[in-house]
């Protein structure tokens, strides 16, 4: 069974935050996730998935100063107890909207650094994702990560696919998850569908888009069909995250989705 996800961040930006849970469900979709909750309380955005009927699928940890530029903080030496707080602060809010997952974003490495420097964030992240995951595990959540391309996000420390399964073996948790963004993965490694085959029992989410430009996932280089059916093969039960920037209005671009149960007509 395919479940689509309407990322709020990106899909229907023609409506104020609160008003795009309505929007997406009047357009098929059964769940939404989108970048950040912390900038509204935990209980209107529960009042509003409640209205829309639609489940909380997936958001991520607060980030650092993200309009400063920062991408996360899960891999920075030195800022460990801003991450520990931030893990807090995400279960507190997955607790009231009901969501099972959240995703710890790595964080960037300074321009140039070397391999010393390397080494530290990634010994930052094993003993911060150790922390996540052991808090998470509390209430039943997973906390995931994502490798992001490095020609969006410049130097952010998870880029290759391998890198992130090595770190999911190493600390071993059963909730310490994959976030399998295919827009990202055919930017950085290509091979979507054997990457999915090989990868499959570490995914705790999956999210797509267009490539290159991160539009529709009917335009493009990437044939989702093929996709879609390879995961229905491969008994895929979790949701997909459609995580793009529409070309025009976003209703009228989920004609892609229609096979799957969306609709373009209001
Ligand atoms: O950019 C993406 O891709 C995401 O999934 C965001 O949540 C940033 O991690
Ligand atoms: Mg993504």
């Given at each position: 069974m395919i479940r689509l996800a309407a990322n709020l961040s990106m899909l229907f930006n023609e409506h104020a935050f609160l008003d795009r849970f309505a929007a997406a469900a009047s357009a098929g979709f059964k769940g939404v996730e989108y970048l950040f909750p912390y900038a509204f309380d935990a209980e209107d955005i529960k009042h509003v998935l409640q209205e829309a009927q639609v489940e909380q699928v997936l958001f991520n940890l607060p980030p650092g100063d993200w309009e400063a530029g920062e991408r996360g903080l899960a891999s920075l030496p030195g800022r460990e107890g801003e991450f520990r707080d931030s893990v807090i602060e995400a279960l507190r809010y997955a607790e009231v909207l009901n969501c099972p997952r959240v995703h710890a974003m790595a964080g960037l490495l300074p321009e140039g650094a070397d391999a010393a420097t390397q080494a530290d964030h990634h010994e930052t992240y094993l003993r911060n994702l150790r922390f996540a995951a052991g808090e998470a595990a509390k209430t039943g959540r997973d906390i995931l990560i994502e490798p992001i391309n490095?020609?969006?996000?410049?130097?952010?420390f998870l880029s290759r696919q391998a890198q992130a399964m090595a770190i999911i073996e190493v600390i071993g948790a059963d909730n310490l998850k994959l976030q399998f963004d295919l827009y990202h993965c055919q930017i950085m490694d290509g091979d979507l569908i054997r990457h999915l085959e090989r990868q499959f029992d570490a995914i705790g989410h999956i999210q797509v888009a267009g490539v290159p430009e991160r539009h529709e996932p009917n335009v493009g280089e990437v044939h989702y069909p093929a996709i879609f059916e390879r995961l229905r093969a491969l008994g895929y039960t979790g949701w997909i995250g459609c995580e793009y920037r529409p070309r025009a209005e976003t209703r009228a671009g989920l004609v892609w989705g229609e096979p799957w149960g969306l609709t373009a007509q209001g």
């Open positions: 490095t020609r969006d996000m410049p130097g952010f």
